[in-house]
Structure formats: C-alpha cells, structure tokens
C-alpha cells in the first residue's frame, strides 16, 4: 500500500507539473470579453487571483488525484503500456469531475459550464486534452517508480 501511495502521490506531482505549465500558457475568456491565464482561475477556486496559489493549490489536487490512482487502480498497472492507458481514462474521469463539474461550481456556474458557453469549448477541449496527458504521465510514472521500488527492495506484502 505504501508502495502504491508514494509511487502515485510523486507520478501525480510530475504531471501535474507538466499540466501546469500547459495551463500556464493558456488563458480563458472572461465574462466581460477579456482574458485571464488559466492558473489565476484555478486560484480563484480558493479565493484568491495570485498565480502562485493556484499552483499550489493545482499540485496538491495533483498528488491528492495521484494518490488515489495508486490507491485505487495501482494493481491493474502490470505494464509502464497498461499505466499510460489506465492514467488516459484516468485522466478523461477526472476532466469530467475536475474541469467540467467541480470547478465550475465552485467558481458559480452551472455544471458542464464550460461546454455550455461557446467562448469556453476551445478552453474544455484544451483541458480534455491536458487532463489525458496528465492521466497518461501520472499512469507511465507509476509504473516506473512501482517497478523500481520493488526491484530494489523486496517489501514483505507489498504488490
């Protein structure tokens, strides 16, 4: 279990660190016709517009969801192949929860919001697109770092 925890906790940080940057090249319309990057609107889902909080806030949800992969989905992965497909739907799961239902509704909206008003579509499908890359590093990481883990050091229990 520990194995699993750790692996998916470090493989979520990694790709939640290459999703953020993908989103810290993005912006997202507003509703008064201007732009915002997409990072100042991760923060505003706790109360703030500082780029650094949503950050932080985006990689502890990283390793939170890397985590639960490991927790969850960790004994399916019997290939760094398996992992990459397993971390996609993964990934595809959480762009549903994540992107399309919490968010907005923590920022006001109506769920699938995003999907809804046509200035956001070309945002949403870039979120699809970054969740599966998110899912598929997540799911490539943790295969690797199980396999290494268990490689060095045979842990009594642990699969």
């Not at 993005?26 to 950050?55: H, R």
């Not at 490991?70 to 993964?90: D, E």
């Not at 006001?108 to 008003?117: E, H, I, K």
Request: aromatic share 8%; with cysteine.
């Amino acid at each position: 279990m520990k194995v699993k925890l750790l692996s998916g906790s470090i493989g979520g940080v990694v790709a939640g660190m290459l999703f953020g940057m993908m989103m810290q090249m993005m912006n997202a319309p507003t509703p008064d016709g201007k732009e915002m990057p997409m990072m100042a609107m991760v923060a505003m889902v706790v109360g703030s517009s500082s780029i650094v909080a949503g950050w932080i806030y985006h990689l502890f949800n990283s390793m939170v969801i890397g985590a639960i992969f490991g927790v969850v989905l960790g004994n399916r992965v019997a290939s760094f192949v398996s992992g990459v497909g397993l971390g996609a739907l993964y990934g595809m799961v959480w762009w549903i929860l994540g992107a399309l239902i919490l968010m907005p509704v923590l920022l006001g909206m109506s769920p699938f919001a995003p999907l809804m008003m046509p200035p956001m579509r070309m945002v949403a499908m870039g979120s699809l697109m970054g969740h599966l890359i998110f899912g598929s590093v997540l799911g490539g990481v943790f295969s690797i770092l199980r396999s290494r883990v268990h490689s060095y050091c045979e842990l009594p229990g642990e699969q």
